[in-house]
């Protein structure tokens, strides 16, 4: 089965840093573009970053730049998402996608004090 | 960064046929076409298109993708309540080095 589990959301505080995961299973991980969106209560979807099958070119959403780092190891068929300097505006379900297969299920990041 | 425009609901009544359209331009929508998702309410996102009518396994051919220009249109025929979701399309921007999205239709089964 395709699949992708992401992990690592929860309550975090301003300033503080969190690091999500996303498991792959059911497809070649390795030949895949990767990406993290994101979804603020009640809103809509907002792309955050993207990362190249072999992770030599890695794009991001402006508002996250210099704060978050995606990264991948296809060793472990894993994505991640290192955020830091969190601001409560990054308040959100992340989900990870292949863009072109499959969406995880997500995992809430809270940024509150 | 810029988005894609779509409007923001639609109606119709039970079996009637769909279409969603998404606005973008020639670096994005017009360059590789749109991908669609579905997302019903409390569940994550569901690809149901991705560039230009290729539809993942599992998928109804009830839903049915295309692009003309720089717009993409999603048609659902015969809709039924299971259909009632906001409907999401996207697409790579080349220009921006960013994926873009619209900011979702809301379908209403009347």
């Known amino acids: 089965e395709v699949q992708l589990v992401e992990s690592g959301g929860g309550l975090v505080q301003p300033g503080g840093s969190l690091r999500l995961s996303c498991a792959a299973s059911g497809f070649t991980f390795s030949n895949s573009w990767m990406?993290?969106?994101?979804?603020a209560p009640g809103k809509g979807l907002e792309w955050v970053a993207s990362i190249t099958p072999d992770g030599g070119e890695k794009y991001y959403v402006d508002s996250v730049k210099g704060?978050?780092?995606?990264?991948?190891?296809?060793?472990?068929?894993s994505l991640y998402l290192q955020m830091s300097s969190l601001r409560a505006e990054d308040t959100a379900v992340y989900y990870c996608a292949d863009a072109d297969l499959v969406w995880g299920q997500g995992t809430l990041v809270t940024v509150s004090s | 960064q810029a988005g894609l425009t779509q409007p923001p609901s639609v109606s119709?009544?039970?079996?009637?046929?769909?279409?969603?359209?998404?606005?973008g331009n020639s670096n994005n929508v017009g360059n590789q076409g749109a991908t669609w998702l579905?997302?019903?309410q409390g569940h994550p996102p569901k690809l149901l298109s991705y560039r230009d009518n290729n539809r993942p396994s599992g998928i109804s051919d009830t839903f049915s993708a295309s692009t003309s220009g720089n717009t993409a249109s999603l048609t659902i025929t015969g809709v039924q309540p299971e259909d009632e979701a906001d409907y999401y399309c996207s697409a790579w921007d080349t220009s921006l080095s960013a994926w873009v999205f619209g900011?979702?239709?809301?379908?209403t089964v009347l």
């Open chain 2, 38 to 40: 579905q997302q019903r």
């Open chain 1, 35 to 39: 990406c993290w969106v994101r979804q």
């Open chain 2, 12 to 23: 119709k009544g039970l079996r009637q046929t769909a279409t969603l359209t998404c606005t």
């Open chain 2, 103 to 107: 900011g979702g239709t809301k379908l």
């Open chain 1, 67 to 77: 704060r978050f780092t995606i990264s991948r190891d296809n060793a472990k068929t």
